[in-house]
């Protein structure tokens, strides 16, 4: 199945070229622990840069690499793979630390900074993939769990259930539609000073429904002295007894339907 939403094969120089621009961005950092990334960042950016370039090119990817939802969101193995011999032909520094867990095998860290080393990568990628995959770098950097999030509300991982192939087609953009009797065309049609005498006479209008509802407004003063008699404690044991049993301490688990992967509140803007 490689390639299924991809037109051209993989190319393993575009992907070392992302994991070294990559970690070059995040090397332009003042604190040198910010600048340390490890696999798991440089996996997900080098999706970010796909996902960049297929919204401006139909749907195809710039690595052409087969992109699956595993665990922690998106993730390649070849991407993986590549990591150490993109960043060692950049000279970069490896740091490795002890893994917390002892079924875990040692963490790795990576750095570089160079910035006519980032000049020259900058400008062998699309500007479609640095003008979006430059800020995404700096505001998450190394920050796990909000890099995590970021990917996870991306339109390909929202279509998709664990296991399943990435479609970067669902990313593509398209043009807001303008109808012809709309405002905003309607607004262009003006002269200067008829534009500034309408924007005056909306922020007259605007102040004047404000100040309306600020006089209707009205707070409702409450209980002095609340009395906490029988009545009050039986009525407060009977709402108890509507939620029903209380949760016994312990550790719990929780079991979702498959289905809750294609479930149309997934895909809402405000899922957690």
Same mark, same amino acid.
């Given at each position: =199945?490689?390639?299924?939403?991809?037109?051209?094969?993989?190319?393993?120089? *575009?992907?070392?070229? #992302?994991?070294?621009?990559?970690?070059?961005?995040?090397?332009?950092?003042? %604190?040198?622990?910010? *600048?340390?990334?490890?696999?798991?960042?440089?996996?997900?950016?080098?999706?970010?840069?796909?996902?960049?370039?297929?919204?401006?090119?139909?749907?195809?990817?710039?690595?052409?690499?087969?992109?699956?939802?595993?665990?922690?969101?998106?993730?390649?193995?070849? @991407?993986?793979?590549?990591?150490?011999?993109?960043?060692?032909?950049?000279?970069?520094?490896? +740091?490795?630390?002890?893994?917390?867990?002892?079924?875990?095998?040692?963490?790795?860290?990576?750095?570089?900074?160079?910035? %006519?080393?980032? $000049?020259?990568?900058?400008?062998? #990628?699309?500007?479609?993939?640095?003008?979006?995959?430059?800020?995404?770098? +700096?505001?998450?950097?190394? %920050?796990?769990?909000?890099? #995590?999030?970021?990917?996870? *509300?991306?339109?390909? =991982?929202?279509?998709?259930?664990?296991?399943?192939?990435?479609?970067?087609?669902?990313?593509?953009?398209?043009?807001?539609? @303008?109808?012809?009797?709309?405002?905003?065309?309607? =607004?262009?049609?003006?002269?200067?000073?008829?534009?500034?005498?309408?924007?005056? +006479? =909306?922020?007259?209008?605007?102040?004047?429904?404000? $100040?309306?509802?600020? *006089?209707?407004?009205?707070?409702?003063?409450? @209980?002095?002295?609340?009395?906490?008699?029988?009545?009050?404690?039986?009525?407060?044991?009977?709402?108890?007894?509507?939620?029903?049993?209380?949760?016994?301490?312990?550790?719990?688990?929780?079991?979702?339907?498959?289905?809750?992967?294609?479930?149309?509140?997934?895909?809402?803007?405000? @899922?957690?």
């Amino acid at each position: =199945m490689q390639g299924l939403f991809s037109a051209m094969p993989v190319d393993l120089s *575009r992907i070392d070229l #992302l994991v070294q621009y990559a970690l070059l961005v995040a090397g332009e950092g003042d %604190d040198l622990f910010e *600048r340390q990334l490890g696999p798991i960042h440089l996996v997900k950016y080098v999706y970010l840069g796909d996902l960049a370039y297929a919204q401006r090119n139909n749907g195809e990817t710039f690595t052409g690499i087969e992109w699956k939802f595993h665990s922690f969101g998106p993730w390649s193995n070849t @991407v993986h793979e590549r990591i150490a011999p993109a960043l060692q032909a950049i000279g970069a520094d490896k +740091r490795t630390f002890e893994s917390d867990y002892d079924e875990k095998s040692d963490w790795f860290r990576w750095s570089v900074r160079s910035d %006519d080393l980032l $000049t020259a990568k900058e400008r062998s #990628l699309p500007a479609a993939v640095t003008i979006q995959l430059r800020p995404v770098i +700096r505001k998450f950097g190394k %920050d796990t769990p909000s890099l #995590l999030n970021h990917v996870y *509300r991306t339109a390909p =991982m929202l279509e998709a259930a664990p296991g399943e192939v990435l479609d970067f087609r669902l990313a593509v953009k398209s043009k807001p539609k @303008v109808e012809a009797g709309s405002t905003t065309l309607r =607004m262009e049609t003006l002269s200067e000073k008829k534009k500034k005498a309408f924007k005056e +006479r =909306m922020t007259e209008l605007q102040k004047s429904v404000s $100040t309306r509802a600020s *006089r209707k407004a009205g707070l409702i003063n409450p @209980v002095k002295n609340a009395r906490h008699d029988d009545i009050y404690e039986d009525g407060v044991a009977w709402l108890d007894q509507l939620a029903g049993e209380h949760f016994t301490p312990g550790e719990k688990v929780a079991e979702f339907s498959p289905d809750v992967w294609k479930s149309t509140t997934r895909k809402g803007s405000d @899922v957690p």
